[in-house]
């Protein structure tokens, strides 16, 4: 008897803690939310046929309505949020979606302060934006670190500004470029004509100026 009400206490401890853990790493993902697990989620639904919009780590209402679509087909609660159980059924850790969004806030902001601290505020959305958008663009890689570590791509890596302290309004500036801002006006290529010394660059088709940075098509 006392061995059998030591296994249901140890049984009990153990469900209570799992619980506890679970609760812990639980992350919803809503209408508002960005990221590399939002695009995870957008790749998702699209290859199954239930997204049709751009995968492009926004969380609006095109994949507010397509995760809703998908819980309907799945027997989960339609809400069209993409809470643990969702992302459980389709194939998405939680716990590992939060560390990869919070990795690309964190290296996007270390990138923007590298390059535009001290620039005007939308300066240093705009640059976080040329990131994201060279993610789409054939011609660079898929990845924010595929695109920021680019051989080149970036002065800041060569003369040590990227691992200098990272200034409280790059994290700002990075977290409103992932949910969709955009003041470069689409630019996948910037540059300060103080600094410059490509000739090239200055052939690229100028969209907007902001601060002392020239952005470009």
């Not at 049984?11 to 939002?38: D, F, K, P």
């Not at 397509?66 to 850790?93: C, S």
């Not at 990795?103 to 990131?131: F, H, M, N, T, W």
Request: hydrophobic share 40%; proline share 4%; net charge positive.
């Amino acid at each position: 008897m006392r061995s059998g009400k030591r296994l249901r206490v140890l049984a009990l401890a153990a469900a209570l803690l799992l619980a506890l853990s679970l609760g812990a790493s639980a992350v919803t993902y809503q209408r508002g939310s960005s990221g590399g697990t939002v695009k995870e989620i957008q790749t998702k639904l699209k290859n199954w046929g239930y997204y049709s919009g751009a995968i492009d780590g926004v969380y609006g209402s095109r994949t507010e309505a397509a995760v809703r679509h998908f819980q309907e087909k799945n027997g989960l609660t339609a809400d069209g949020k993409a809470g643990p159980k969702t992302l459980a059924a389709l194939g998405i850790q939680s716990a590992t979606a939060a560390q990869s969004d919070a990795g690309d806030v964190k290296l996007l902001a270390r990138l923007i302060s590298a390059e535009a601290r001290g620039e005007p505020y939308s300066g240093q959305v705009a640059v976080g934006a040329v990131v994201l958008n060279r993610m789409k663009h054939p011609s660079f890689p898929g990845t924010m670190s595929g695109v920021i570590y680019q051989s080149g791509a970036f002065s800041c890596l060569a003369d040590g500004q990227f691992n200098q302290p990272v200034a409280d309004s790059a994290y700002r500036a990075a977290r409103d470029a992932l949910n969709g801002w955009d003041p470069s006006g689409g630019a996948i290529y910037y540059f300060n004509p103080a600094t410059a010394t490509s000739s090239w660059i200055w052939s690229r088709p100028l969209l907007v100026i902001i601060g002392k940075h020239r952005f470009c098509s």
